[in-house]
Structures are given as structure tokens and as C-alpha cells.
């Protein structure tokens, strides 16, 4: 060690010399001898084995958050949260890593992206992929069947980073997830208003929410002659269509995947189809796919979803795309996902997609004293007759775009006092009841839940009525 140190101190000493001749312009034979003097002691010093450069950086596909982006996300998550308890939803957290059975098998080709821990104390671990498996867990576990919650926190894929693009391996998600037995379309179609809020809210510039059914893909891939055993594979093949042209999926479809070409060809007549309401009626009239029940039961549905989002205001901003499949394994019905568009660089050109920016889905079968209120629903919005849930759903529209935090129970036909009830039992202060008289007179019935008082305001007051009521008390100390 002492002769490695004076061999050190002698390289030191005679690169110094080295740079005074190179500063006293030293004449360049002068210069050659002593550099060569510095590379003959460099030689004898050997490398150092137990000396390794250390850089600092941060790791693969993860990065820093300055003050100044950390002000902007808080700004961002304030946004997404006023609108989820708009809604009526109850915040959770779970543990950032699970059990590897719990994450195993749900995600379809993208199961590899899944971080593994190594093994401590006997469980076999691994870094959450996403809220919603997780979120199953939960209810399995808790033996709930209702619950509307949020849930934002970071996950981890262990993937391609394009930090150019905002892939990462490390980033934030904000979940949103309604869990139940309701009447078809009516909670997909809350979940499309509340996407449609937020990036209306965040001022990211113009979008477009394509929609689709995994019944539909899964009748498509039946009649078109695909096996059952590569409908998730090609599935995801699919689901590449909004990077990569036709003709690239095409070929991973025949030369990767085993698909005939005649197959492949008979999947792009339908996969590159998309419109809006009117393709789905389109599509109920073909002699094939409306013969196939999974397609039909997912056509149905989607045309209903129109219907509902047509009353929420949203319709113009949903396409019905065909190519939009969603490569997880647990989705089941609607899936919908939300891009940024650009504006065309020249009049008549079609705007280009930026990115994916949003995106969701069903999924059913997934799952896995004193009294405690755990959402701040100022108002929920019900009806004493049938045949009203128009009515109710144009009324909660009113209400979450005047920033009310309101709700409706996800049934054509609920019971008033089923209605009563739920308010009960969820702390809601205030119920606003429509009724066929309500609508002739042009009013809103107001019920206080706590004094069963009812109180006729009339539809334009409605919103600071409620405001008045559940504000709170000014206390001067």
C-alpha cells in the first residue's frame, strides 16, 4: 500500500510538471520527454482493482421532480381529485408491493413487466403493475361488494423506457373504480363523463376517447376464424394498431402468432372501422357478427352507453373504434382509452394522435358501530317514479359540471325509499327528488335526510341552494 501511494504522489507530481511546461509553452520536445515520463510511471501504477468510478444518476426509466414540477402535479392531482369526490368516491391506499399469486396471471403478454423482489421471509413478492388488481384484493379481502373509491399512487413496470414519450418504469396512476351490481351502461358511462371532466379541467388540449367491448373483439375473432386459444395474443397484436400500420400487425399476426393470411385479412376489415353511434347500428345489421351472442350482447350495451353520454354531453368526444382492444386479461365488457389530438398542420389533414392519456374498462369477476363518513357527497339525485332516469342523469350532469358533489344510485327503476336509504347509510346530507309533477312545475324537490324535511327550489336555484346548505358554519373564536 505505502509504495502504491508514493508511485500515486510521483504520477501527481510529474503531470503538474507536464502542465507548467504546456503553460510555460515549453518547447515540444521538452514536452514529449516528460509525458513520457508520466505514461512509464502510469504504467508501473497498474489499475486500481479495488477503485470503481461511481456515477450518480438515477435509475433506468425513473427520474426527478424539481419544486417547480412537483407545484404542477400537486395543481394536476387537486384537478383529478375534486372531480373524483364530485363523484361521490372514497379514497384507499394498499401496500406498494403484493403477493406475486395476487398479480400472477392477470395481465395477459404483459405479465413479463411485472417486477419481482427476491425472496424475504418466505414470500415470494413483487412490485405492483397497477391500483386495479390490487383494488380486488382489497374487496375479496374486506368482503365488499359496493364501494365507489380513488386510489393514486405509483407503480412499477419493469419495460422499454421512452422517457421522451412519458414512458416509465416508475409513474403515478390515477384509479377511479366503481365496484357492484348495477343496471347496464350506467356506471361506464359516469366513469367516460368523469374522464371527459378531467381533461376538459387539466386544459391539455383537444381529445378524443375511443370505446370498444371485449365481446365485441372476442365475436369478431370467433366468426373471422381465429382459435379460442390465441384470442388474447391476438388480442394483444391488436391492441398495437394506434403505433404501428395494419400491415405490421399483419405480419406479427401470420409470422409470429400462426394466423392464416386469409384470417388476418378478414380481422382488418373490421379492426380499422370506426365511428360513432351509427357504426354501431351498422354493425347490428351484419349477417355475421350479429349472429355471434357475445358480439350482439356487447353491441347492445355500447349503443345504450351512447344513449347515456348523449344526456352527459360527452358524445361528441367518444369514437366507437374497432381497433382498440386493451392487451390486460381482466377486462370483460366496455374498454375505452383517451389520446390527445394535435391540431392538422393544414386545413383538411387529419389531426395526429400524441399519446394515450387515460384508459379503463370493465371488469367483472376480478375479485377477488359509530358510523364513519368516508365520501363528501353533498347531494344525491333521485326519483320518486319509474321510467325517470333521464331525467336523473341530465339533473347529476347539471350538478357535477356546477362543481356539486353528487351522486345517483346505477338503477333504471330504484326504489325511493331504496334511494332514502342509501343516503342513510353513506352520511348524504341532502337528496334532490324528481318527479312528473317536479318536471311540470319546473321545481326540484330538496329533502333534508336528518330532519325529513322537503322543501320545492326551483331548477335554476338548485345549485346554491345546495351550496347554502352544506357549507360550513362560520365559527368566530
Request: aromatic share 6%.
Amino acid at each position: 500500500m505505502a509504495e502504491r501511494a508514493a508511485l500515486e504522489e510521483l504520477v501527481r507530481l510529474q503531470g503538474e510538471r507536464v502542465r507548467g511546461l504546456k503553460q510555460q509553452k515549453a518547447s515540444a520536445e521538452q514536452i514529449e520527454e516528460e509525458v513520457a515520463k508520466l505514461l512509464k510511471l502510469k504504467a508501473q501504477l497498474g489499475p486500481d482493482e479495488g477503485k470503481q468510478k461511481f456515477v450518480l444518476k438515477t435509475p433506468k426509466g425513473t427520474r426527478d421532480y424539481s419544486p417547480r414540477q412537483m407545484a404542477i402535479r400537486e395543481k394536476v392531482f387537486d384537478v383529478i381529485i375534486s372531480c373524483f369526490k364530485r363523484h361521490g368516491a372514497e379514497v384507499i391506499d394498499t401496500p406498494v408491493f403484493e403477493l406475486k399469486e395476487t398479480l400472477t396471471g392477470k395481465y395477459g403478454e404483459d405479465s413479463k413487466l411485472i417486477y419481482d423482489l427476491k425472496d424475504q421471509g418466505g414470500e415470494l413478492l413483487s412490485l405492483r403493475y397497477d391500483l386495479t388488481v390490487p383494488f380486488a384484493r382489497y374487496l375479496a379481502m374486506n368482503k365488499l361488494t359496493n364501494i365507489k373509491r380513488y386510489h393514486i399512487a405509483k407503480v412499477y413496470r419493469r419495460d422499454n423506457p421512452a422517457m421522451t414519450r412519458g414512458r416509465y418504469r416508475e409513474f403515478y396512476q390515477c384509479d377511479f373504480d366503481i365496484a357492484g351490481q348495477f343496471d347496464p351502461m350506467i356506471p361506464d358511462a359516469e366513469c367516460l363523463k368523469i374522464m371527459c371532466e378531467i381533461l376538459s379541467s387539466l386544459q391539455i388540449g383537444d381529445f378524443l376517447v375511443k370505446v370498444n367491448d371485449r365481446r365485441i373483439l372476442d365475436g369478431m375473432f370467433a366468426i373471422c376464424g381465429v382459435p379460442d386459444s390465441k384470442f388474447r395474443t391476438i388480442c394483444s397484436s391488436v391492441d398495437k394498431l394506434d403505433k404501428v400500420s395494419w400491415e405490421e400487425v399483419k405480419n406479427e399476426m401470420v409470422g409470429e402468432k400462426g394466423l392464416t393470411p386469409e384470417v388476418a385479412d378478414h380481422i382488418g376489415d373490421y379492426v380499422q372501422q370506426h365511428g360513432g353511434v351509427s357504426l354501431v347500428e351498422q354493425l347490428l345489421q351484419d349477417p355475421k357478427l350479429s349472429q355471434n351472442k357475445q358480439a350482439l350482447e356487447g353491441l347492445e350495451d355500447l349503443k345504450l352507453l351512447f344513449e347515456y353520454l348523449t344526456l352527459f354531453g360527452i358524445a361528441d368526444k367518444i369514437s366507437f373504434d374497432l381497433s382498440l382492444a386493451r392487451g390486460l386479461d381482466y377486462y370483460t365488457g366496455v374498454i375505452y382509452e383517451a389520446v390527445l389530438l394535435q391540431t392538422p398542420v393544414r386545413p383538411g389533414e387529419e389531426p395526429l394522435g400524441v399519446g394515450s392519456v387515460a384508459a379503463g374498462g370493465r371488469y367483472d369477476g376480478l375479485a377477488l358501530e359509530e358510523k364513519v363518513r368516508t365520501t363528501e357527497t353533498q347531494v344525491l339525485v333521485a326519483s320518486a317514479q319509474k321510467r325517470l332516469l333521464e331525467e336523473r342523469l341530465k339533473l347529476v350532469s347539471e350538478l357535477w359540471d356546477a362543481g356539486i358533489k353528487a351522486e345517483l344510485l346505477y338503477k333504471k327503476n330504484p326504489k325511493l325509499l331504496n334511494q332514502l336509504q342509501y343516503c342513510e347509510e353513506a352520511g348524504i346530507p341532502l337528496v334532490a327528488i324528481i318527479g312528473e309533477q317536479e318536471l311540470k312545475d319546473g321545481v326540484i324537490k330538496l329533502r333534508s335526510v336528518a330532519s325529513r324535511e322537503e322543501v320545492d327550489v326551483r331548477r335554476e336555484d338548485l345549485v346554491e341552494e345546495i351550496k347554502r346548505r352544506t357549507s360550513p358554519a362560520l365559527c368566530i373564536c
